[in-house]
């Protein structure tokens, strides 16, 4: 199982870093921190998950979009 | 109230200042309330902190240094911290250093607030880097210090700053994961973060990979923030074009206190002496080209920038050779001590160089050394009180020259002559040539005439009396008192009485320094000549980017870290 | 064993990208992907050694290590507030530049002086 | 050129290879147990925390997390300053104004039916999250969970109640200071507690009042809401000053 969720993590994060569109990226990006916070469940590691899932997937999405926002979706 | 009760307040003294601070900032629409929480928070902060300080060095001088265990019940689980004299004299310099700097600040009225609290917070992660005894507080106590002096670089607001800044967060950023990466090895293989119980774990073990790359990884990210040779390329532009009272606590101190973070990390090793060995010889290397790339430099801030890599090349050559030889003999602690004394005086005469050529700057709105002419007739226009900004420069200037009678003089000349007889000898005499020659380069801007009548440039800046007229005092008590703070220093780190040679004023040491500022001059008068100007140029424009920083981290850990293996392998 | 492999190959992507890849937003993405990496890391191996939550109580000698945990806790959030304020230092760039290319802000970064 | 570059690549890539093989592929050394094993036997005898890795986390090196809530005061302060000054950058009068994220006050007419909708949703939610916040903040020692995610949650209620909100209600959030007083004395409050035990019982980071009868998982609660208090207000004080940033 943990095998199968960090195959899936490499596959968003060559996708997060190829991608021209960079709103999709930053999507990719908060999926790779509810995954990880999935194999922290699986894990035992319940502190870590919600941590994970609140800061990594919540905090960091938000401050992502907002530079988007300010910024351009189009990377380069 | 036992010593380990209070010891604590000296480090959390600037922290409440900061909470506070933070509070005042709330309040900033009540004028006079913020204005006075202002002040009082934080000059009571360096004040109580300086209070306990000197009490906790004058009692760790009496019984040696202190270690103790903080969190519930003094378990091993919980964060080590030791206070050792080494530690506590260097944090003594960086409040000295950081109230002068905030004087500075303060008379400009530009994000005071802001200013103060970083300032503060950065003040506390100098003492927790340089007391803790455990890994991962480390990691915290140098991201703290990291993002800290990433945003007080930011602060300038200016576009280059920015980019200096966002540069600097990333290399470093970059090596702080392989920081966490050791961290990890390092608590898989002994069971522990606690300086101690590691070295228990690691004595006598066999020399694997893990343990190898271990240590490499967490020797290249802290030898990152200290600018060492291949590791150095995000300070230029950090330490230019930062704010001035920035520049200051940032060259003057902050680069200094991971190396002495790192010295009982390094010993934790059975082949600590192999370590020391490869940080020598990168000091002398890097002391070396940074000064040629600081002769080159037609910016006044970023040839100051360079110098503070070559001066910190001196201080790594000297621990690192510390190292080689182990802090158990005599030289090397000789080394060790050596390498203290450069650093306390190198923060003195640096941060004040900054701060004299920032008003310098600021008055005469050139920061170009070939285009500013005659600074010290239009500082004395301007102000009167600008005398003593020309003092100030000067003395440090000769003191960073070394020329006799100043106080890097001395520590120089204790380090250069331990390396008698060796290759790095000859590169620190070439260093020190280089030295000289930039310096009467960067002097020329009070004499070199030129045009005064264009009087609005000028701009009329307050002078800050008191950190000058502080600086000018330590710059002077250092110089002259000079011997009793050397021996005092060696017998109260190391609490015994070493025989060190003083004699700085014997005829061959007299004879080598009148050399330098010979061959010195001569090549500033051969500037003129269009091939070495042509040169000069071609080597100020090189720049390097942020791939070639991120690259030599990488390349770092895995060279030591294969050097390390290789070593063992011949050694055994 | 194949599970810390899979978790090198993310480290080698991410630092890669870190160091290659043109766009400063990219090497911030680059950079939580590298940070991702490593805190999997430490939960991955502290759990070798249990198969129970890090709680008191009954299967207490079988839980999983509850050092690393507290650790990752602190490590994460310190990536996130790196991530932050590099992000706001970007949003400052492109005010000025309009790009994310990093070798456009250097050629011009130096021009400007 | 381009040979040289290529160059670069194949070694960097053997470089990191090279690492990621030493540092990540562990050999066949168990992992440590001497941490586990203490604190299964004293770590609620000594914390009164159920939860070990709270226990870890806010009594044996509660120092480290007081560092971790200083780097986020800093990047905060940082990230707050760069963002005023790019507001002053784009403080252009002559360009068309819009505000971000806060629908409301948007001039797009067709998007009046999402707003309202908005709004309704973001209210009823709002005070579930916000109390779901306060909970896994104050569960901490028992339940996993914390200050730190508790007040990250409780950030994310606050911002769900501005989004709902139309623009004049954030300046408002922004003006009168309510969210910077408590993350300020919030952090003053965790620096004082702290201290105080060093006067108390000698130990800097324990239980102050040990000696007057109160438990020690009063004191992790205590830690807990501070750190909750002062993490929640702070990430909503970020989140508000970028949103309430004009659009150029």
């Known amino acids: 199982m943990t095998e199968m969720l960090l195959v899936l993590i490499i596959v968003l994060a060559v996708f997060s870093l190829i991608s021209r569109d960079l709103i999709h990226s930053v999507i990719a990006l908060s999926a790779i921190s509810l995954l990880s916070a999935l194999i922290f469940t699986l894990h035992w590691a319940f502190d870590v998950a919600i941590t994970e899932a609140a800061v990594g997937a919540g905090v960091t999405t938000i401050i992502f979009v907002w530079a988007l926002k300010h910024t351009s979706r189009k990377d380069i | 109230m036992n010593l380990e009760s209070i010891a604590f307040i000296f480090l959390m003294a600037p922290l409440l200042a900061s909470g506070f601070l933070l509070l005042a900032k709330t309040v900033h629409h009540h004028e006079r309330l913020s204005f006075v929480i202002y002040y009082l928070s934080t000059i009571s902060g360096f004040l109580i902190s300086l209070f306990f300080t000197i009490l906790v060095l004058t009692k760790v001088n009496q019984r040696g240094p202190v270690s103790f265990y903080i969190g519930a019940h003094h378990s091993e689980v919980a964060i080590s911290y030791t206070f050792s004299l080494d530690g506590l004299i260097i944090f003594f310099v960086a409040l000295f250093i950081s109230f002068t700097s905030w004087a500075y600040n303060d008379r400009k009225k530009t994000k005071q607030i802001e200013f103060s609290i970083i300032l503060m917070i950065q003040l506390f992660s100098i003492g927790a880097t340089l007391f803790t005894r455990d890994l991962f507080n480390l990691f915290v106590a140098l991201e703290i210090m990291g993002i800290t002096s990433y945003v007080l670089i930011a602060f300038s607001s200016k576009v280059r700053s920015s980019v200096a800044s966002l540069y600097y967060l990333l290399s470093s950023s970059a090596a702080m994961i392989f920081f966490l990466l050791g961290t990890y090895l390092i608590y898989r293989l002994t069971g522990s973060l606690n300086y101690h119980q590691i070295r228990e774990t690691l004595k006598g073990t066999a020399m694997s990979p893990a343990t190898v790359f271990a240590a490499s990884s967490i020797i290249v990210a802290i030898l990152m923030r200290s600018a060492l040779f291949p590791l150095h390329f995000w300070l230029p532009n950090a330490h230019a074009m930062a704010m001035h009272p920035v520049s200051a606590i940032l060259s003057g101190i902050l680069i200094k206190i991971p190396l002495i973070a790192l010295t009982p990390f390094v010993q934790l090793f059975d082949f600590s002496q192999s370590i020391g060995t490869v940080i020598k010889i990168l000091g002398a290397l890097s002391a070396f080209f940074a000064v040629i790339f600081a002769f080159c430099q037609s910016d006044i801030k970023k040839l100051l920038a360079y110098h503070s890599i070559s001066q910190m090349g001196y201080i790594t050559a000297a621990w690192g050779y510390a190292m080689e030889l182990s802090l158990a003999t005599e030289a090397g602690r000789i080394l060790y001590t050596a390498s203290i004394l450069h650093i306390i005086f190198h923060a003195l005469f640096k941060s004040t160089l900054f701060l004299s050529c920032g008003t310098i700057i600021d008055v005469t709105a050139q920061r170009n050394v070939y ?102 005092a330590a710059l002077t008590v250092t110089a002259v008192y000079h011997s ?13 009485q070493s025989d060190i040679h003083l004699e700085f004023y014997e005829s061959e040491i007299w004879m080598k320094s009148v050399t330098t500022i010979i061959i010195g001059t001569i090549l500033y008068i051969s500037i003129r000549s269009r091939t070495i100007s042509h040169l000069m140029h071609l080597t100020e424009t090189v720049e390097v980017n942020l791939q070639s920083m991120l690259i030599s981290v990488i390349l770092s850990v895995t060279g030591l870290g294969i050097y390390l293996l290789v070593r063992g392998v011949i050694l055994i | 064993m194949i599970r810390y492999i899979l978790l090198g190959i993310l480290f080698i992507i991410g630092m890669y990208a870190l160091i290659f890849h043109r766009s400063v937003i990219k090497k911030v993405i680059a950079l939580g992907i590298v940070n991702t990496s490593v805190v999997l890391l430490f939960i991955i191996s502290g759990s070798s050694i249990g198969d129970a939550p890090a709680f008191t109580g009954e299967q207490g000698a079988r839980m999983v290590d509850p050092m690393v945990q507290a650790l990752m806790l602190t490590a994460i959030v310190i990536g996130v507030c790196i991530t932050s304020f590099s992000l706001a230092l970007i949003v400052h760039l492109w005010g000025r530049f309009e790009t994310f290319d990093i070798d456009t802000i250097e050629k011009r970064g130096d021009d400007e002086s | 050129m381009k040979m040289k570059t290529a160059a670069v690549h194949v070694i960097v890539i053997f470089a990191l290879v090279l690492l990621a093989g030493c540092l990540f592929i562990p050999d066949d050394t168990p992992w440590p147990t001497d941490v586990r094993t203490r604190l299964v036997s004293d770590g609620e005898k000594d914390t009164g925390a159920k939860n070990l890795v709270s226990a870890i986390y806010l009594a044996y090196r509660a120092f480290d997390t007081l560092g971790e809530t200083i780097v986020l005061i800093v990047a905060i302060i940082g990230t707050m300053s760069v963002v005023e000054s790019v507001k002053k950058i784009s403080d252009d009068p002559t360009t068309a104004v819009t505000y971000d994220f806060s629908l409301v006050k948007e001039k797009r007419s067709s998007h009046k039916l999402r707003t309202h909708l908005l709004e309704v949703v973001t209210g009823k939610i709002g005070p579930v999250v916000l109390l779901f916040g306060f909970y896994v903040m104050g569960q901490g020692h028992i339940s996993p969970g914390g200050g730190f995610q508790g007040g990250t949650i409780i950030a994310s209620g606050i911002m769900l109640f501005i989004l709902g909100n139309p623009y004049s209600k954030v300046t408002e959030m922004r003006q009168n200071k309510i969210l910077s007083t408590i993350e300020a004395s919030a952090f003053v409050l965790f620096i004082l507690v702290s201290l105080l035990s060093i006067l108390t019982s000698g130990i800097f980071f324990s239980n102050p009042l040990e000696a007057a009868g109160v438990k020690y998982e009063y004191y992790i609660i205590a830690l807990n809401a501070l750190i909750g208090l002062k993490v929640g207000s702070g990430i909503s004080l970020m989140c508000i000053a970028m949103m309430s940033r004009r659009r150029t």
Do not use: C, M
């Not at chain 2, 030129?450 to 002078?463: L, S, Y």
């Open chain 2, 484 to 496: 009793p703070i050397i021996t005092g220093l060696l017998s109260s780190v190391f609490s015994s």
């Open chain 2, 371 to 472: 285009k500013n002419r005659n600074a010290a007739r239009i500082l004395i226009s301007a102000d009167r009180k600008h005398l003593l900004t020309i003092i100030a420069f000067f003395l440090s200037a000769l003191s960073i020259t070394a020329i006799p009678f100043f106080n890097g003089y001395y520590s120089k000349n204790l380090i250069t002559s331990s390396f008698h007889h060796q290759w790095i000898y000859t590169i620190l005499f070439i260093t020190g040539v280089f030295t000289t020659a930039s310096f009467l380069k960067l002097s020329a801007i009070f004499f070199r005439p030129g045009p005064v009548e264009n009087t609005q440039t000028i701009r009329k800046e307050k002078v800050p009396v008191l950190s000058y007229v502080l600086l000018i």
